[in-house]
């Protein structure tokens, strides 16, 4: 059994991980970085996102060690810190589609439902 303070801490880190996982910007993000690095400017081009939204995003996900970020010249580059965050990322757009599908099978029964009781 877990000690309460190492449970709590636990607990403390996986939220952090997932309040900087909370913002579909961040999200973007993390997608366009899957493949390769990427500095602010390219990731603003790329996902037309002013640059100080952009590495205002990055410096969240910096903190959170979700990213890592790499000095090149006059550039940072930034990568994914572990590809196991695309993966629970297109786990949960999986899980999204699912719960969106039965909300959609709900509707159209109660659709008929309704206009079989006209």
Known sequence: MMNSNLEEEVCELHSRLCE???????????????????????LSEELNIPQP????????????????????????????????????????????ADMLESQASLARSVTEITHSQD
């Open 20 to 42: 900087g996982l909370a913002d579909p910007r961040r999200i973007l993000i993390l997608y366009a970085l899957a493949d390769h690095a990427r500095n602010v400017t390219d």
């Open 53 to 96: 939204t952009v590495s205002r995003h990055l410096k969240n996900l910096r903190e959170r060690g979700i990213v890592n970020s790499r000095r090149e010249a006059q550039s940072i580059y930034y990568t994914i810190a572990d590809p196991r965050i695309i993966e629970a990322l297109d786990l949960l757009r999986q899980v999204l």
